[in-house]
């Protein structure tokens, strides 16, 4: 037995499957998908196939080709890797079909009443598989090693449209009234984790030849205009990393509860509505999933423990890009944005110093309780280090050589490094690379950001309490005032808060970054004008880079922590279950938190 994932339960030692051919109807009275995958085997496998499951209903499984029943034994409930269901597939079958459904509260999906969509007409359905998910929509080594292409054919009831992480493959009449039937194909082959659905009320619009925007027809106009320059990014990034490799750029706006900023689902990057500041201001997230297109898409991290290999190098590949399209003073706001994130992420984890390496050990531990800024940004440093240590070109070069290497696989830290020592022999030990994966924290040679923008407006933020008032702030950027809003102490008493908010016109922002950044401030300052605003956001938006500072904010006051609560409560049920959890996380910190200062 050849257990590679402390996530899977999939056996490198069992067959491998080699694609999944997925027949699905969306019950939307059930809260259910339920229908029949087909997993086909290469030739000649046989013998023991374990898959993994999470809140699955097996009703039966066979041999594709004969229909001869097979029998399937579900383990007990693990519960951070769900159900193993174990099969003895028959020597030389070439396929088994598994006819199941979905639970109502499966971990990968979310489904929204029509009251929690921008129409308000219609429900919606969406996934999120990352990290491990997708075995909570079908039975599936849920390992990013075992990739596979995929088709499906999706019922929906009318006039919903669905649309899934691969190509169209034509809408054909369903033969049931009042539904249509939806077919995709993914030709690649892919891991797990980026199988993606969304089932809603949704209209396209052209970006350009390749690239579209989905959207709720009523944000769909905001939504093209916002992203009308993805064209543009994805030429920039192909001049990077070599041809973009996946056909279409396809782009979907979800409902406001969609608890990421950005997914790379393949062909339909996944996108909160929080981006739609309406002055493009915000298009790094797009930048950012795009690059995954190359960086996590095409090389994949082999599991959850070598997370840092997708995120660092695409929030490197990010702000490579950032520096192209807008300069490197646009560069630098992002790497300082970037710090302070990072900064939080390892007070965050002061107590759990494991979880700061960049190569984790995660038997035992949920990828989601593990996520952080970590193998974002302390990744990206290392890749700058890379970067700086091979010289600008010859970094170019070996980018392309390991994206040509290891195309449409999963790999380890460890063949990244054997990769990296036969490039460029002696490079990891000269740059104490073994400290940057292996060793919590940030190591000696990290890089500082320096620009003299960069100074000034964290300088004169730093003064807020020796009276130091910005002048000629109407000629900031977003982004500016953003790290101006960083650096300002996260309590001030009512009048500065009455001045900020007066000067700025904080409030009412549609930018969500600066708006929630005030909001902090705000909310830990027991600023009560905001509250009603505060109110607003936390029952409406899903994102957890949101929930929980502003929920961590609330908790410094006595009145804030009862405010927190009267609102978790009446938000709770429309939050997805991932932030959910994030949220009660930091709820349960208020206990230790004693009496309001
Ligand atoms: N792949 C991630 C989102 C993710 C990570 C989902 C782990 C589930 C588990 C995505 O590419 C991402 O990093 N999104 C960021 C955007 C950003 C760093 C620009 C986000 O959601 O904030
Ligand atoms: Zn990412």
């Avoid at 660092?312 to 300082?336: I, S």
């Avoid at 073994?434 to 950001?449: E, K, N, V």
Wanted: hydrophobic share 40%; proline share 7%; with cysteine.
């Amino acid at each position: 037995m050849t257990r590679i994932d402390p996530h899977s339960y999939f056996d490198d030692a069992q067959p491998r499957t080699s694609s999944w051919h997925l027949r699905l109807r969306v019950d939307f009275q059930r809260r259910v998908l339920d229908g029949e995958v087909t997993l086909l085997f290469p030739k000649g496998s046989g013998g023991t196939l374990d898959l993994d499951t999470r809140g699955l209903t097996i009703h039966r499984a066979y041999v594709t080709a004969n229909a001869t029943s097979l029998a399937f034994e579900l383990g007990p409930e693990d519960p951070i890797l769900g159900r193993r269901l174990r099969l003895e597939l028959p020597k030389g079958a070439m396929g088994i079909t598994i006819a199941y459904e979905t639970s109502p509260d499966a971990s990968g999906l979310q489904w929204l009443e029509p009251a929690q969509t921008e129409g308000k007409l219609h429900p919606f359905l969406f996934s999120q598989c990352q990290a491990i998910h997708a075995r909570s929509l079908l039975p599936c080594q849920d390992c990013a090693v075992a990739r596979v292409p995929y088709d499906a054919q999706v019922l929906v009831p009318k006039p919903l449209s669905a649309v899934m992480s691969a190509g169209p493959w034509g809408e054909v009449e369903a033969a049931l009234p009042g539904w249509r039937l939806f077919k995709f194909r993914m030709p690649q082959p892919i891991p797990p984790y980026l199988l993606a659905l969304a089932v809603g009320e949704l209209e396209g619009r052209d970006l350009s030849a390749r690239a579209r925007v989905w959207a709720e027809p009523c944000t769909a106009e905001k939504a093209a205009w916002e992203f009308a320059e993805v064209e543009a990014t994805i030429q920039k990034a192909e001049g990077l990393f070599g041809p973009y490799d996946w056909n279409r750029y396809d782009m979907l706006v979800l409902p406001p509860s969609f608890p990421y900023g950005g997914m790379e689902n393949p062909r339909m990057t996944f996108l909160t509505p929080t981006l739609l500041a309406g002055d493009r201001s915000l298009v790094d997230v797009v930048a950012h999933e795009l690059a995954h297109s190359w960086t996590g898409n095409l090389v994949t991290n082999a599991t959850a423990e070598h997370f840092w290999l997708n995120e660092g190098f695409t929030v490197w590949a990010e702000r490579r890009l950032l520096r192209a399209l807008h300069g490197q003073e646009a560069e630098l706001l992002g790497w300082a944005i970037g710090q302070r994130d990072l900064e939080e992420s390892l007070r965050r984890f002061e107590q759990q110093p494991e979880l700061t390496v960049l190569r984790t050990h995660l038997e035992g531990i949920d990828p989601d309780d593990a996520f952080s800024s970590i193998p974002y940004e302390k990744g990206a440093r290392f890749v700058w280090v890379l970067e700086q240590a091979m010289g600008a070109q010859a970094f170019e070069v070996f980018l392309k050589a390991y994206m040509a290497h290891f195309r449409f696989t999963s790999i380890s830290t460890e063949q990244f490094c054997a990769f990296v020592e036969q490039q460029h022999p002696g490079l990891l030990a000269r740059i104490d690379a073994d400290a940057w994966l292996h060793q919590p924290g940030l190591p000696a040679g990290s890089p500082r950001f320096h620009s003299d923008k960069l100074e000034a407006l964290t300088a004169l933020a730093q003064a807020w309490p020796q009276g130091a008032r910005p002048e000629n702030s109407e000629a900031w950027s977003p982004k500016e005032l953003l790290i101006y809003l960083q650096h300002l102490p996260r309590e001030l008493g009512s009048e500065d808060c009455a001045w900020l908010d007066g000067h700025f016109q904080l409030t009412q922002r549609g930018n969500y970054e600066i708006l929630v950044e005030w909001l902090v401030i705000a909310a830990g300052s027991d600023y009560e004008p905001v509250f009603p605003r505060l109110r607003e956001v936390l029952l409406r938006v899903g994102r957890m880079k949101y929930l929980r500072p502003l929920y961590a904010a609330l908790g410094r006051h006595e009145r804030t922590r009862t405010l927190a609560r009267d609102i978790f409560e009446a938000a709770a049920p429309s939050y997805h279950a991932l932030s959910r959890r994030v949220v009660e996380g930091v709820l349960e910190k208020y206990a230790d938190l004693g009496v309001a200062q």
